[in-house]
């Protein structure tokens, strides 16, 4: 029963912005942190962005950090990722993705995922 739900992907041009939404059910949504992370054709899994389970407390990886926001809506259990000044490095798919515990850069941390949504940058 437990399911998450991402929306919002799509082709941007470098430079650009886009919002991505991953909506949550089957579980207390307020009581988990959460997490954005990517996988690149051919690459492994890439951390991206974590937030408490409050939303006080942010967390990115190097490569995105001044470009990425996240943010989540425990009223309406969604997480959010708005992505400013998009490059090609950032075509992938994104994934949102519930923290069970352990290191929060760590893709094993996480226990449940969605089926993630493709974010391509090109021109």
């Known amino acids: 029963q437990v399911q998450l739900v991402e929306s919002g992907g799509g082709l941007v041009q470098p430079g650009g912005s886009l919002r991505l939404s991953c909506v949550a059910s089957?579980?207390?949504?307020?009581?988990?942190?959460m997490a954005w992370v990517r996988q690149a054709p051919g690459k492994p899994l890439e951390f991206v962005s974590f937030?408490?389970?409050?939303?006080?407390?942010?967390t990115y990886a190097d490569s995105v950090k001044g470009r990425f926001l996240i943010s989540r809506d425990n009223d309406k259990s969604t997480l959010s990722l708005r992505m400013n000044s998009l490059t090609r490095d950032d075509t992938a798919v994104y994934y949102c993705?519930?923290?069970?515990?352990?290191?929060?850069?760590?893709?094993?941390?996480?226990?449940?995922w969605g089926q993630g949504t493709q974010v391509t940058v090109s021109s």
């Open positions: 937030i408490n389970a409050y939303g006080g407390s942010l």
């Open positions: 089957g579980f207390i949504f307020s009581n988990y942190a």
């Open positions: 993705c519930k923290f069970k515990g352990g290191p929060i850069r760590n893709p094993l941390s996480y226990d449940v």
